[in-house]
């Protein structure tokens, strides 16, 4: 294959790529496994890899874009970005955040489309599915509460108690600094929090459940 093609924010700034990405630790990831598949383009490995990465890519991608079909593209384009590049992540964990991060600016360029559509009246605004909120284990309070959150907010909220992924792989995927993904939490708990109290203190389910608030 003659060209290089990385996540898209990866094609559209060449000039932040720098240094590989980072494998965080030595600890033996899941998707080590099937890193030598992925590097020879090998169809069972990507098979393999989708059936143990595309939910949890499918959840983030939803979390930041609110609709299921978006997000089911969002990781499909993932995929084929990954198809389509000379230089797979050589780590399994690298890997995964290679994928996440792809999603991540996939999201973005959907964002920038919807702003650039013209404005739909409200009455043409079709009702929302509620069905997607149970698929990713959520009460549609702590949903609600979510919705009025940033897309970043939202971001590093969902990688750091969805994932369980801790601040410096949390700003990689997002492009941060661990500072501002560390304060992008605190503000974004807070307002969580905030937001929960004023519902009559109900508490959220899984797996925001560890956020106090009361």
Known sequence: MSETVGPPGQRRRSSERGAP???F???THPLDVLVPGIAAQNAVAYSELYALVADRLFAFAFRLLGDRHEAEDAVQQ???ELAR???PPNRGRSLEAWLFT???FTCIDVVRQRSRRPAVA???VPDVDHEDLYDLGLDPLLENALRSLTPQQRAVLHLKHVEGLDGEQTAHILGLSRVAVYATAARAERRLRDLLDAANGRHPLSPY???DHG
Request: glycine share 0%; no cysteine.
């Open 21 to 23: 990405h980072p494998d």
């Open 25 to 27: 630790n030595d600890r």
């Open 78 to 80: 993932a995929f084929l």
């Open 85 to 87: 590049t000379d230089t």
């Open 102 to 104: 792809s999603i991540r």
């Open 122 to 124: 409200a009455d043409d």
């Open 209 to 211: 459940r560890h956020i």
